[in-house]
């Protein structure tokens, strides 16, 4: 009988071994999937810098945090507003743990591993169904954006999970747990309401009025509440462009990158080596997406995955140059281009170069080397 492999098979058994040595090469402590720092560790409610002598630690720390004790957290959070927003993934890991403290850091890990390679199994399949080759669903399985963040228990791999399961039920005409799906993954990562709003879109531009109200409600709705809950008891709506030390998003175009030539804390070798990975990881494939969105709007012939590529390259052009001084920031902010790139290209350029050249996001695989 022969045995077939499956890109989620390969994408578990390569998470699990990059988990292992990194949890191996650490002493064999589960908080290394957590990246504590001696900074937000001593919950102090420090916010916008770090006293000197402390370590400022990694962003999947907050959700440890709030895992750890959802109700006074906040002390221990840059930004408590920004960070109980996404408020889902700290949740399951807390219910995964049973509300054990030292087994959080291991169920924050199980809950994105999940999703990842549940993530990428879905993709295979909306793949295939278009008659393209399943191996692409490996770009955005592999992807350093979502396969490092399962290690650092940051959003991502539950978020775009839960979008590409959302996309899944779409394809199959069932709209409720779309909503639903959409619904979650924006009280994962705020940034997922991008993929609601072009759906809607894409209904009032098919002038299905109603499957528009309800996708918008469903998806949107727990996300406002939510937001509502936190300005009346930590004082401020989580919305923004990130935590401690944080930019606004940008209004000129890529403006966030060309910061980067004229900043002071700057070098130009930073720049450089920016631009080596920036100019076609980000820049090129969103201009492309841009024009080929646009494209297919003027002849008629804009598909929901093309809205999506639309809406996703916008949100890149806006990036805050915070983002960009943080490559790996950057690559975290990426998913929702690299996913939309894949299906919209399934659709309308399925022997593109376009898809073809996809797979050179898996050269930035070689951040994993960095632990």
Request: aromatic share 12%.
């Amino acid at each position: 009988m022969r045995l077939r492999v499956r890109p989620w098979q390969i994408v578990l058994v390569l998470a699990l071994i990059y988990l292992i040595a990194v949890f191996l090469s650490n002493g064999s402590d589960p908080k290394v999937f957590v990246t504590l720092g001696t900074c937000y560790g001593s919950c102090q409610g420090y916010s916008e810098t770090c006293p000197a002598g402390t370590t400022a630690g990694y962003d999947g720390q907050f959700a440890y945090y709030i895992a750890r004790d959802p109700a006074s957290a906040a002390a221990c959070l840059d930004v408590p507003a920004y960070r109980y927003q996404r408020i889902l993934l700290p949740m399951l890991g807390r219910l995964l743990a049973f509300g054990g403290e030292s087994l959080i850091p291991l169920a924050l890990v199980a809950v994105n591993l999940t999703a990842l390679v549940g993530g990428t199994a879905l993709l295979e399949s909306l793949l295939v169904e278009r008659r393209v080759s399943r191996w692409y669903a490996l770009i955005y399985g592999l992807f350093v954006g979502v396969f490092m963040s399962v290690r650092l228990s940051t959003t991502e791999p539950l978020a775009y999970g839960l979008v590409i399961l959302g996309i899944w039920f779409a394809a199959r005409d069932r709209p409720w747990p779309q909503a639903v799906a959409f619904a979650l993954a924006a009280l994962t990562k705020e940034l997922t309401l991008v993929f609601a709003a072009a759906w809607v879109l894409d209904e009032l531009l098919r002038r299905r009025y109603q499957a528009a109200l309800r996708l918008a409600l469903v998806s949107a709705l727990p996300f406002a509440l939510w937001q509502i809950i936190l300005r009346l008891s930590l004082g401020s709506f989580g919305i923004g462009s990130g935590g401690a030390g944080s930019t606004p998003f940008e209004i000129i175009p890529f403006n966030g990158f060309w910061r980067l030539a004229y900043d002071p804390a700057s070098t130009l070798n930073f720049f450089l080596v920016m631009a080596v990975f920036v100019i076609p990881a980000v820049l090129l494939p969103s201009l492309w997406a841009l024009f080929s969105a646009v494209r297919d709007g003027q002849r008629g012939q804009l598909h929901p995955y093309g809205l999506l590529l639309l809406a996703n390259a916008a949100l890149m052009a806006v990036v805050p140059f915070s983002t960009y001084r943080e490559p790996l920031g950057l690559m975290r902010f990426m998913p929702g281009l690299v996913l939309c790139h894949l299906l919209y290209c399934a659709v309308r350029h399925p022997r593109s170069r376009a898809l073809r050249y996809s797979v050179a996001w898996l050269a930035l695989s070689v951040y994993l080397t960095a632990g």
